[in-house]
């Protein structure tokens, strides 16, 4: 399946230095969903500059609407998804206390939540795969792994993640990877 043999749910995919050119560059992908039907993600660090209020026409509150949108990937980008987190969702589906939602309900409920802890990451589209697909990407080495982390989720600034990363996986390959300009030409 994947590299250990195992579904890569829950992990962090980083652009190993093959994928230049493409949408997928210097991407952190989150897999959301991966199993013998395929596999779905969102981008971590691709933000359209816009907030969700620009964007989605929808009664929302103030907070989520003035939250930034993230472009998840490049299949249907009309397509809303977000992650969110709180500290009693134990059992959040992606993660220990990180849920995936696609339901606009859903996310008025999570968005007028009163709870402190609660964060929500919304996207615009999302990475797919179908069966065995990632696995074969796996295999051609186009795709580095980590763990995912809800600090990495929410906390890290996207234009920092993908070299911060790198940089934590160690290394000098990783290290001179992560300071890889997005146009080579500049290099």
């Known amino acids: 399946m994947s590299e ?3 579904f890569l749910k829950g992990k962090l995919l980083l652009d190993s230095g093959q994928l230049g050119g493409q949408f997928f560059q210097h991407t952190v992908i989150l897999i959301c969903e991966h199993n013998a039907e395929g596999a779905f993600g969102l981008v971590l660090n691709r933000s359209l500059g816009k907030t969700v209020g620009e964007m989605i026409v929808a009664d929302l509150p103030d907070a989520l609407k003035e939250s930034p949108l993230y472009l998840g990937g490049p299949v249907q980008p009309a397509a809303l998804s977000f992650l969110h987190t709180d500290n009693f969702l134990p059992e959040g589906g992606v993660l220990p206390n990180l849920a995936l939602g696609h339901s606009l309900d859903e996310l008025v409920d999570v968005g007028e939540s009163f709870s402190p802890t609660k964060k929500v990451r919304l996207f615009a589209g999302y990475a797919g795969w179908s069966p065995g697909q990632l ?5 051609r080495k186009s795709w580095l792994t980590y763990p995912a982390s809800l600090e990495l989720v929410f906390e890290t600034p996207h234009e920092q993640l993908w ?3 790198l940089k934590s996986k160690g290394g000098w390959r990783n290290k001179l990877l992560s ?3 997005d146009d080579l030409s500049r290099n």
């Open 4 to 6: 250990n043999g195992k």
């Open 135 to 139: 696995e074969q990407e796996m295999k």
């Open 163 to 165: 070299q911060k990363i």
């Open 179 to 181: 300071q890889t300009p």
